[in-house]
């Protein structure tokens, strides 16, 4: 038991103790009026165990409410992490969905540059065709 504890049981035991003496002292026939239980040693021990009984509830009113207490910030801390958790897999699909897209279209950019460099190469054939083909025919006029 702390000191406070301890002292305030002792301020009661000395003022109910101080205010039986002095009603001794002033009526003599004091004691054969009280009550049984009170102003004896009975008395006193039952104050001081109800004193008791009081410190020790709000102990464990204390103790239940900072349980309760770190129970909720575990709680919350748990929700926090959840939602943290959550945006980061939400951001990562997003990211991963960007890429995704940014992929199919390096594809796509290769593939037409690929179709424009067959292209290319078939037209650049077909031209030498034709001008083989002009050649040809102009060499066949001259030796006619």
Same mark, same amino acid.
């Given at each position: @038991? !702390? ?6 049981? +002792? ?30 040693? +009975? ?21 239940? &409410?900072?349980?309760?207490?770190? !129970?909720? @910030? ?20 997003? &990211? ?8 199919? &279209? ?33 060499? !066949?006029?001259?030796? !006619?």
């Amino acid at each position: @038991m !702390d000191k406070k504890k301890q002292r305030a049981i +002792e301020d009661v035991e000395e003022f109910t103790s101080g205010i039986v003496n002095y009603a001794k002292k002033q009526y003599p026939g004091f004691e054969t009026c009280i009550p049984k239980p009170w102003g004896t040693e +009975e008395y006193l021990a039952s104050i001081h165990k109800n004193l008791h009984e009081v410190t020790q509830t709000r102990e464990k009113k204390k103790t239940r &409410q900072s349980r309760m207490l770190a !129970d909720k @910030m575990k709680v919350h801390e748990g929700h926090e992490q959840y939602c943290r958790i959550k945006k980061l897999a939400n951001h990562l699909m997003y &990211q991963s969905h960007e890429e995704s897209q940014i992929a199919v &279209q390096l594809f796509h950019s290769r593939r037409e540059k690929h179709l424009f460099c067959e292209t290319k190469i078939f037209t650049e054939m077909q031209c030498e065709k034709l001008r083989m083909q002009e050649f040809q025919d102009s060499m !066949d006029i001259e030796k !006619d």
